[in-house]
């Protein structure tokens, strides 16, 4: 059992999700970008600090002489109006001359190098008794000694407040991400309104009211390109139900017809006692327009298999020439019984097709030309080079085709003069099977009719 393949997203689903991804990596972003910045911020405050206490104990050893008897003194009131902080000095031989507390952070400085500016690079974290620190370890020269003097803060109030700010960061990032999607949702629903109203008015589109046509002034830009071709799909459509309401009317009429012959015939011939040489005639009669009958519903099959394309080329060389000299052989007695001389000019071409099917197209050509000639006329076939291609030209006197008709001379069943062309013999149906011939060898085919003269020109690659 073949899988059903799962429906795709939505339009507002898949916009929603792409918004929700980019709101959400913004924020993302914004949040690293503002966190990174606070703590930078509290480094270099630190720094300045930590600056700032080493600067107080350098000048408090200012007034320490040999005797660091006072030193304790002096130094433990050095560092006033900071809280939280640490700081200790040792001589140049590392001997340790003052702590602000019983901390010691001799294990953490020992692989520290003394700092002569204080400032972001020269600041360290360290970790003692569980709690964190961040502290420098500056040199100073004082009175012609050297010093070396540590400087901490203690970062608990710092962490704690970064605690709480991220975590009132978050609710506000979440919140404002909450609106900006509830927002970009009901901006997805209004910019969807007319995709929404193009789909309505198409709806109300019946088979009844083909004639109907989307304003494309009434769409977006982005719409309007949407809106063209489903205009012109509706178009397309309008012309192929108008086709085919006219090609079901000329059907039905044609069948009639010969449909009607035959039971009117019947019926004369059942109507009263008969020789067998008046029945033999009868049924000659119906034969004649089962004949007609079956060469229409012949050609009807075959056009439509050509157009469905299960007719293939049996592709090979065809010298056009030959063919139409030919075909001039077949139809020299019809010629001549209505006194028309049929000529083609010296000019040799080939092309690259299938002959049977070429063959058929030039007979209706020469049929068609020789049914709409006058007497003692002249039907003439040019073949001339075009680059590329083999041009054919059959040319034939009679009356002009007015240029309404020309544009539908190739449809089936038409007839340029419905009421004078009923009773002749063919269908009409050669045209279109000699436009659908054409087609398939990828060629082109005209027709042009003025001063008294009808001109159907064919294109075909050369072989």
Do not use: C
């Not at 029945?279 to 469905?308: F, I, P």
């Amino acid at each position: 059992m073949t899988k059903k393949a799962p429906r795709p997203l939505s339009l507002s689903l898949r916009v929603m999700l792409f918004v929700m991804a980019a709101i959400g990596l913004s924020l993302l972003l914004m949040s690293r970008l503002v966190l990174s910045t606070v703590e930078r911020h509290f480094v270099e405050q630190d720094a300045d600090e930590l600056s700032s206490m080493v600067d107080a104990v350098e000048h408090a050893l200012m007034d320490v002489n040999a005797d660091y008897s006072a030193l304790p003194l002096l130094l433990s009131s050095a560092v006033s109006g900071h809280h939280g902080v640490f700081y200790e000095v040792q001589n140049a031989q590392g001997q340790l001359l003052y702590r602000s507390n019983a901390l010691d952070f001799s294990n953490v400085i020992a692989a520290l190098t003394p700092s002569q500016v204080i400032d972001v690079n020269a600041t360290h974290l360290w970790t003692v008794a569980g709690k964190t620190y961040r502290g420098v370890l500056a040199a100073r020269v004082v009175n012609g000694e050297r010093y070396q003097i540590i400087s901490a803060i203690d970062m608990e109030f710092h962490h704690e407040f970064l605690d709480n700010f991220q975590e009132s960061l978050w609710l506000i990032l979440v919140a404002a991400g909450g609106i900006t999607l509830f927002a970009a949702w009901i901006g997805v629903y209004q910019g969807l309104r007319p995709l929404r109203g193009v789909s309505d008015s198409v709806r109300a589109i019946q088979t009844t009211k083909l004639d109907t046509r989307l304003d494309v002034d009434s769409v977006p830009i982005e719409l309007q390109d949407l809106v063209h071709s489903f205009n012109q799909m509706i178009e397309q459509l309008e012309l192929g139900f108008s086709k085919l309401s006219h090609f079901s009317d000329d059907i039905a009429h044609e069948l009639r017809t010969p449909l009607t012959n035959m039971i009117t015939q019947t019926q004369v011939g059942l109507s009263q006692a008969r020789s067998d040489e008046d029945y033999r005639e009868l049924l000659y009669s119906v034969l004649e327009e089962q004949e007609r009958l079956t060469k229409m519903v012949n050609d009807m099959l075959w056009l439509a298999k050509t157009e469905n394309g299960l007719i293939k080329l049996n592709s090979a060389r065809v010298h056009v020439r030959a063919e139409f000299l030919s075909l001039f052989e077949y139809f020299e007695a019809f010629a001549e019984e209505r006194q028309i001389s049929l000529t083609i000019n010296q000019f040799d071409g080939a092309v690259q097709g299938d002959r049977e099917l070429l063959r058929r197209a030039f007979s209706n050509l020469l049929a068609n030309a020789i049914a709409h000639s006058p007497k003692n006329s002249e039907i003439r076939v040019e073949l001339l080079g075009d680059g590329q291609w083999l041009k054919i030209i059959v040319e034939n006197a009679g009356d002009e085709i007015a240029d309404k008709h020309l544009t539908r001379i190739f449809e089936r069943f038409y007839r340029v003069d419905p009421s004078r062309q009923r009773h002749t013999e063919g269908a009409g149906l050669g045209l279109a099977i000699v436009k659908t011939v054409i087609d398939a060898h990828t060629g082109r085919i005209e027709v042009e009719s003025a001063n008294g003269r009808t001109r159907f020109i064919i294109r075909l690659a050369k072989g």
